[in-house]
């Protein structure tokens, strides 16, 4: 038993020093992608076909659609002059919220305690007959049935959302023709959101 509750206390710390991190965080750079599914963050592109590409930018949660949506647009702008093109015409975008929901377990005890790692959730306490005051959720509160010997019987659920703007583009040279207004001078864009964009230190 005693091995038990040095698992759950490793465990909680473990979760309580990653909302801490989390906490602290700060809105992705401008850089490429790296990570994998949700936690993949940053720009990246494909190629569709010649003068075409297919261009996303995710953040993470504490990046904001506004910055999402204008680092899709200097990437377009960007990789527009890589190719060597004056200006891209946006075929589709679409920007979209995206939320994961995570649930750790609290760490119950023979006193009843929700403890260590379950005080940073919503907790409920509620009293029911034949086994007296129980809690759901997180919380630092009573645990167990009765209040006594609860191990597991709490956990914290949390939701982590993120934006993600992905774009249709199509590069063209030459000058913009008059009334296109899905279309953008790469090189204005460069010059008007560069000052805004932050990088990698």
């Keep these: 038993m005693a091995f038990s509750i040095g698992r759950k206390i490793m ?6 020093s990653t909302l801490t991190v989390a906490g602290c965080a700060t ?7 790296t990570g994998r599914g949700f936690e993949r963050q940053g720009y990246s592109d494909r190629q569709i076909e010649p003068g075409r590409f297919l261009v996303s930018f995710a953040g ?5 659609r506004d910055t999402v949506e204008r680092y899709l647009f200097f990437r377009a702008a960007q990789l527009t002059l890589e190719q060597g093109f004056d200006y891209f015409v946006m075929a589709d975008r679409d920007t979209k919220l995206q939320s994961r929901t995570y649930t750790t377990p609290g760490v119950g005890g023979p006193w009843g ?4 790692g379950g005080y940073w959730g919503p ?4 009293y ?5 005051w129980r809690r759901f959720g997180g919380g630092l509160g009573y ?8 191990f597991g019987n709490d956990f914290d659920v949390q939701t982590i959302d993120r934006f993600q703007a992905t774009a249709e583009i199509v590069m063209r040279r030459g000058v913009i023709p008059q009334g ?3 279309a953008f001078n790469a090189h204005k864009v460069v010059a008007t959101i560069g000052p805004s964009v932050v990088l990698p230190k």
């Design 11 to 16: 465990f909680a710390a473990l979760a309580s």
């Design 27 to 33: 809105e992705t750079t401008f850089r490429p992608a």
């Design 60 to 64: 993470n949660s504490v990046t904001s």
């Design 113 to 116: 305690y929700g403890g260590f």
């Design 123 to 126: 907790s409920w306490n509620f």
């Design 128 to 132: 029911g007959r034949g086994y007296g």
């Design 143 to 150: 645990g167990g049935f009765g209040g006594f010997g609860g």
């Design 180 to 182: 296109d207004i899905r």
